[in-house]
């Protein structure tokens, strides 16, 4: 009796260990931010410590094939300019990019589709923008962006 025991809370003990086990392969914690293009936002908290950045989606460079054209063209690239200032300091303009004729949905950090760059500590990635369609208007991009301290 005392053997099945004892098996019983190794078995537990050793579970446990192994849950508790970190992925290093798994991606970082990240905030994720909803911008318009002509907004300016404010991040007060990422991965739950205090900061201020303030972001802004200045402009967009299309360059893919519209959605319906997508089975007969390459692809292309979109290239999202945005203005990051982290506390107070100078604004540092990154040019973020995403290839065309992928399935729409948000890229995670880790996807090799993703263009991600750095400003100080934080990581930055494009994971969403606007689908371009024939009737698409610059004035209604939207990008989703990831960020991530180090």
């Given amino acids: 009796m005392r053997v099945a025991t004892l098996n019983v809370v190794l078995?537990?003990?050793?579970?446990?260990?192994?849950?508790?086990?970190?992925?290093?392969?798994?991606?970082?914690?990240?905030s994720e931010i909803e911008i318009g293009i002509g907004e300016e936002k404010?991040?007060?908290?990422?991965?739950?410590?205090?900061?201020?950045?303030?972001?802004?989606?200045?402009?967009?460079?299309?360059?893919?094939?519209?959605?319906?054209?997508?089975?007969?063209?390459?692809?292309?690239?979109?290239?999202?300019?945005?203005n990051f200032q982290l506390s107070n300091s100078k604004t540092d303009t990154l040019k973020?990019?995403?290839?065309?004729?992928?399935?729409?949905?948000?890229?995670?950090?880790?996807?090799?589709?993703?263009?991600?760059?750095?400003?100080?500590?934080l990581t930055i990635g494009l994971s969403n923008i606007t689908e371009y369609t024939k009737s698409t208007s610059s004035a209604r991009y939207t990008a989703q962006l990831m960020i991530s301290k180090k």
């Fill in 11 to 30: 078995g537990f003990v050793l579970t446990g260990f192994i849950s508790c086990e970190k992925n290093e392969n798994s991606p970082p914690p990240s």
């Fill in 42 to 82: 404010t991040m007060k908290v990422i991965d739950g410590e205090i900061a201020d950045i303030k972001v802004k989606f200045t402009s967009v460079q299309e360059g893919r094939c519209p959605r319906e054209e997508c089975s007969t063209c390459y692809g292309g690239y979109v290239y999202a300019y945005f």
């Fill in 96 to 121: 973020l990019h995403r290839i065309g004729c992928i399935p729409a949905g948000g890229l995670k950090f880790g996807d090799p589709n993703m263009d991600t760059k750095m400003i100080g500590a």
